[in-house]
């Protein structure tokens, strides 16, 4: 279990419960009270960990460079357009040398990724995705 303080009230929270915890910007962290009084009109996104674990992220900005590729792991990314709810377009980062660092089998990311190769091919795919997967919730990468 990893304990921090909110960076907002300072109230303790138990970062690998996705019910507890946020993530704002990067290096900060938010209890469920002050994550909801950060205005919606920022950037969101959710990282979806191998292990089936998630963190919502909230921030004033969008991610830079650098930290898009903290997210998933190092490296190359590869951005990927997923379908959500069958009518919602969206950008979904992982890392495109995954497979070769060895990373574990991201059951989240493959299930989105699959769904969307139906959707636009009518054929299943074998493709699975390894690593961290990141989901841009209310913004599109230029």
């Known amino acids: 279990m990893s304990m921090l ?13 996705e019910m507890d915890a946020f993530q704002g910007d990067i290096d900060e962290w938010h209890c469920r009270d002050c994550i909801d009084s950060i205005p919606d009109d920022g950037y969101r996104w959710t990282v979806y960990q191998p292990d089936n674990t ?8 969008r991610p830079t460079l650098e930290e898009m590729q903290e997210m998933v792991g190092g490296g190359i990314f590869e951005r990927v357009r ?6 919602e377009l969206k950008d979904m980062l992982v890392n495109d040398n995954g497979h070769a660092l ?7 990311g493959s299930e ?4 969307t190769t139906f959707k636009n091919t009518g054929m299943p795919t074998e493709n699975v995705i390894v690593g961290p997967a990141v989901v841009f919730e209310n913004f599109m990468l230029r």
């Open 102 to 108: 060895g990373m574990d089998v991201n059951k989240v």
């Open 5 to 17: 303080r909110c960076d907002s009230c300072g109230a303790l929270i138990d970062t690998d419960d």
């Open 112 to 115: 989105l990724y699959a769904a």
């Open 54 to 61: 998630k963190h919502t992220h909230k921030s004033d900005r």
């Open 82 to 87: 997923i379908w959500v709810n069958d009518d």
